[in-house]
């Protein structure tokens, strides 16, 4: 927790001891046929919450279960305060973490921006941006004062694809382009990239049409 709350102004600080232990959770392009779909065959969606959520949520009490002995706090990506602030920073969290490395507009030297607002987007070294962040575990009763600290992985140098990156991340997010900043050989099958580039109301619908959930009962 220490080294998420040193990069980070006091008002985003974690309120947890410095060294205890916690963990990133990532989502690979794998989950949505591996945990999703079978969730959605096992399980009763709530109807006003978001179904990849939603499976989320059920697959993090899995984890805790696991850990009877102990208190684990689960944030999920999802959750703010209430003056609509996350709770936690997920991609500073991911590249203090060492999972993913986040790339920002300090990160290119001379931008060529000026005045522009640009925001800064993570990379995994495996699946390039073809991943999400998902939640953060702590575990509130463990101590790690001596865990070694792993920086992520620079896997994109070059001030020109950081430039690239930023640019169809920033303008051009919708196509998806910025993922493919390095190969990869795993991505979004095109039933995951039509699912997340549906509009978050009609999602239901969509997994309705695909025979992943029954039909809405006539009104």
């Not at 999920?76 to 305060?81: G, Q, T, V």
């Not at 990160?107 to 060529?112: A, I, L, N, S, T």
């Not at 463990?142 to 694809?161: F, H, N, Q, T």
């Not at 390095?182 to 995951?192: A, F, G, R, T």
């Amino acid at each position: 927790v220490g080294w998420y709350n040193a990069v980070l102004d006091p008002v985003f600080h974690l309120s947890y001891p410095d060294d205890t232990l916690a963990f990133v959770v990532i989502s690979a392009p794998s989950m949505f046929m591996n945990a999703f779909r079978p969730f959605l065959k096992e399980k009763k969606l709530q109807s006003l919450r978001d179904p990849i959520d939603q499976c989320v949520a059920h697959h993090m009490a899995l984890a805790k279960e696991l850990f009877p002995s102990h208190q684990v706090d689960v944030i999920y990506d999802y959750e703010l305060h209430p003056n609509r602030r996350p709770k936690v920073l997920m991609q500073t969290a991911a590249h203090v973490s060492g999972a993913a490395y986040y790339y920002q507009r300090k990160d290119v030297p001379e931008d060529p921006w000026e005045k522009r607002k640009i925001f800064g987007v993570c990379i995994h070294p495996v699946y390039g941006g073809w991943f999400a962040i998902r939640a953060v575990l702590v575990f509130t009763d463990i101590r790690a004062p001596g865990l070694e600290k792993l920086d992520p992985i620079d896997c994109v140098p070059s001030r020109e694809d950081r430039i690239r990156l930023l640019e169809n991340f920033n303008f051009n997010w919708r196509d998806g382009k910025y993922r493919d900043v390095l190969p990869v050989e795993e991505k979004y099958s095109e039933e995951q990239t039509l699912y997340f580039s549906t509009p978050p109301g009609e999602r239901m619908k969509l997994l309705e049409v695909w025979g992943h959930l029954p039909p809405s009962p006539p009104c």
